[in-house]
């Protein structure tokens, strides 16, 4: 049996990373669903000028507060993991960098092709617009690998947390029959 101090840290850790994993997983199945629509890019100028403009007001209130906590609470769990062992402390912070770098590629290259498709009439959109939407598309399709890579780096070092600490015959099934 662990101190109280011991025992705080492993529920602060608990809690701060199933926050992180939550917020990260519901921002990469968001990145991922877009991707998995590639029937919007076959949409005609005003239709997808329009559902462009409708998702930029949508995400652009959520968003900042989404992946700023989610960075807050992954600041945090590298923290408090940092006793874990290192495959469970690396990979945190593989998905804390990971994390950083879609909010830079958001904030540096994809933010600013969203403002951009915000200011354009739908009705008569830029002559060179589906080469915005084709560039905006690809680098949306990096974010999404980058924030994939993300949850998947924070569920494995969740699970390596959990088992590190088993004795082996814990994780095994015992067969019947078994003499304990």
Known sequence: MGSPEASMRNL???VVRTGATS???LFAGGLVFTVLAPSLLKLP???YVRYWQALNT???RAMPVLLLTCLALLVVTCATSYQRGRPVFWLTVTAALLLT???VLTLTTLDPLNRLA???N??????DWTDIRRHWWTLHTVRTAMAVLAFLALLIANAADRTKGEPPDARRTSSPGAIS
């Open 12 to 14: 602060l850790l608990e």
């Open 118 to 120: 915000d200011s354009w």
């Open 101 to 103: 770098a879609t909010i």
């Open 58 to 60: 949508d995400y652009g």
């Open 122 to 127: 739908a009705d008569r959109p830029p002559a």
């Open 45 to 47: 100028a005003p239709a």
């Open 23 to 25: 917020l990260l997983g």
